[in-house]
């Protein structure tokens, strides 16, 4: 795990997202946490590593997701050399189907 990402603060926000328990809360939780620009932002970048982990081409995912060259780029940096969580959460929505 990054060492960005570890001590009281963000230990206290991922336990917090860990107790939701349904689509609603966590709808709550994030429209109370985030900004709506902040959450589009997130909601892209996942977009964007679910059609690169589907082999699309960048021209189809700036056609159908609106992100740039450079956040498609980073996502895609993220995919190859990040910490595997874009492939755990694809791994487990996809058992869930």
Do not use: W
Request: proline letters at 1%; hydrophobic letters at 35%.
């Amino acid at each position: 795990m990054n060492s960005k990402l570890k001590g009281k603060s963000f230990d206290f926000l991922f336990e917090a997202i860990l107790s939701l328990e349904t689509m609603e809360e966590c709808r709550n939780f994030f429209d109370d946490l985030c900004t709506v620009p902040e959450l589009k932002a997130m909601a892209q970048r996942l977009q964007v590593a679910k059609m690169l982990s589907e082999h699309q081409v960048y021209s189809e995912i700036v056609s159908e997701t609106g992100a740039s060259t450079a956040t498609i780029s980073r996502v895609n940096r993220s995919l190859s050399y990040g910490s595997d969580g874009y492939t755990a959460i694809f791994e487990r929505l996809d058992q869930k189907k």
